[in-house]
């Protein structure tokens, strides 16, 4: 019998993105986080210089890129000691996402566990294994027969951040629980507070003298404009990348000779990193104003790729709004139960788009300076400028 998943709800978004390309000048895209910038001219080298893919390439991935990705970590995230045996590359990151229930052999009777304002994909993995998912933040709620727990730092759709002493908590209650816990830290580039990376799960001051049981899940997606490249890849655990690496095996998930080639390139160079990161600063401090202008609160979006905005009204109803002003954005309800007022507005599309919606919002009906009807929420503010 096929596995019942929800509707895609990008789908939801149609009739206002139709709303949105009826502008006089057009619509301007803030839903997806897709990169609009061009992937810099050294990776694409590495990748065309690659193309003479004739081989079956590693599963595991080459030993350069094993070898870049276990630098990587120990040059951007205080994460040295790390083995060849503990990385394995992946099909971009969505992909390991949602088969690690399957792969782990999580079934009916076994929960996954995801952040209170979730990427969906968590969920959707645990539906193609037939695990049950429970939302809760504290580890204290998550239930006996938990074997899967999923971490979001920095967070999608929220931007927020987890600090050491929240990522070594969570990490205790998973081992005393004996499940795997993985954190997504596909944004720790973009980081809001300062050029040094968010913290890793894989931090010694996280996990101690050991990775037992603990996975970071990184894309190159974000940080080196590969999103079309699907570059991604997990480290931590040996013994759950051996089991991992065995079903993929199998499986075919291989990233292409060419992508793992890329990947070196891109792993290996931090300048390109810093001047994208500035790009999005830039866009961040002309838009996050001006929403604040038109009656939003942001909250947390400490590092990431989206602004976490709220007027105090049903999602939908400011989707509805934007969508007037011709700016697509996404409900918080694409993102579980918790967020029934908040909409996730994305900082990927072009400098002069950026510029446009900042003039439509300043120019609209919306930018009354009125008050933000009260929201219960123990977010914090994130100020402008920051």
Aim: proline letters at 7%.
């Amino acid at each position: 019998m096929p596995v019942t998943l929800p509707e895609f709800p990008w789908d939801a978004l149609i009739p206002f993105a139709q709303t949105a390309r009826r502008h006089a000048d057009g619509m301007i895209d803030l839903s997806v986080g897709s990169p609009v910038d061009p992937t810099p001219e050294h990776i694409r080298r590495a990748l065309a210089e690659a193309t003479d893919a004739h081989s079956y390439p590693l599963t595991a991935g080459t030993v350069e890129l094993r070898e870049a990705i276990v630098a990587w970590y120990a040059r951007r995230r205080g994460v040295s000691g790390l083995s060849l045996t503990e990385v394995l590359p992946s099909i971009g990151s969505k992909e390991l996402i949602a088969w690690l229930p399957l792969m782990l052999g999580l079934g009916a009777g076994d929960v996954v566990v995801q952040p209170s304002v979730a990427y969906p994909t968590y969920a959707i993995g645990a539906a193609l294994a037939g695990a049950s998912v429970v939302t809760a933040d504290d580890p204290a709620a998550w239930p006996a027969n938990t074997k899967l727990i999923w971490l979001n730092s920095p967070g999608n759709p929220d931007g927020r951040v987890l600090g050491i002493a929240g990522l070594a908590a969570a990490v205790a209650r998973a081992r005393e629980l004996g499940a795997v816990i993985a954190n997504d830290e596909c944004y720790a580039e973009l980081n809001w507070a300062g050029d040094e990376p968010t913290p890793s799960i894989l931090d010694p001051r996280v996990v101690g003298n050991s990775t037992e049981s603990v996975l970071s899940v990184y894309s190159l997606s974000k940080q080196s404009n590969l999103a079309g490249y699907r570059a991604g890849f997990v480290a931590g655990c040996a013994a759950t990348i051996d089991a991992l690496l065995a079903v993929r095996k199998h499986a075919g998930l291989i990233p292409p000779a060419p992508v793992q080639a890329a990947m070196v390139a891109a792993l290996g160079e931090d300048e390109h990193v810093s001047a994208q990161r500035e790009l999005y600063r830039s866009r961040r401090a002309r838009l996050l104003p001006a929403l604040q202008d038109a009656g939003f609160r942001i909250d947390h979006s400490e590092a990431g790729l989206y602004l976490w905005a709220t007027r105090g009204e049903d999602a939908w109803t400011t989707v509805a709004a934007m969508a007037e002003l011709g700016i697509l954005v996404v409900p918080g309800s694409f993102y579980g139960t918790g967020a029934p007022h908040h909409v996730r507005v994305a900082l990927t599309t072009t400098d002069a788009l950026i510029d446009e919606a900042v003039t439509r919002l300043r120019g609209s009906l919306v930018s009354t300076n009125r008050e933000v009807a009260p929201v219960l929420t123990d977010a914090t503010v994130t100020p402008a400028g920051n």
